[in-house]
């Protein structure tokens, strides 16, 4: 058996490799406003650049939750909700910026508060 389709464990004489790098950007946010925060924006290419990492919603207004949208320009490619003591991992690609809006009346009190690590990785060459 040979190629790329063999399961021999670190053979990949014929495939090829991409070296990547990958920055680490943890921070904590703060939402006490209707408006939605930008987390993260991507300055390289979208199809090439892949992030893994956790956004935690920490504290907020009883019943409130957090919604986590992943954008390619202005549009919507997928939106994820957060309640109270819930985190969300993922692994993505396909997006330039990630925003942080909460739900109900503004300014929420206690305000929404969280966590969030992303780690981005970036094909060299």
């Given at each position: 058996?040979s190629?790329?389709n063999?399961?021999?464990e670190?053979d990949?004489a014929?495939c090829?490799?991409?070296?990547f ?11 006490t406003?209707?408006a939605a925060?930008v987390?993260?924006?991507?300055n390289?290419n979208?199809?090439k ?5 956790t956004?935690?919603l920490?504290?907020g207004p009883t019943?409130?939750?957090v919604?986590?949208t992943?954008?390619?320009g202005?549009t919507?490619?997928?939106t994820?909700t957060l ?13 330039t910026?990630i ?5 109900g009346?503004a300014?929420f009190?206690?305000p929404?508060?969280?966590?969030f690590?992303l780690?981005?990785r970036?094909?060299?060459?």
């Open positions: 058996m190629g790329c063999s399961i021999v670190g990949h014929c090829s490799q991409t070296s790098v990958q920055d680490k950007l943890c921070a904590n946010y703060t939402l406003t209707a925060q987390i993260y924006a991507l390289t979208p199809t650049t892949f992030v893994s990492g956004i935690s920490e504290s019943g409130g939750d919604t986590v992943f954008l390619l202005a919507t490619v997928e994820e309640p109270v003591g819930a985190t969300l991992a993922f692994t993505k690609n396909g997006f910026s925003t942080l809006s909460g739900t009346a300014p009190t206690p929404y508060q969280g966590e690590c780690t981005p970036y094909p060299l060459g």
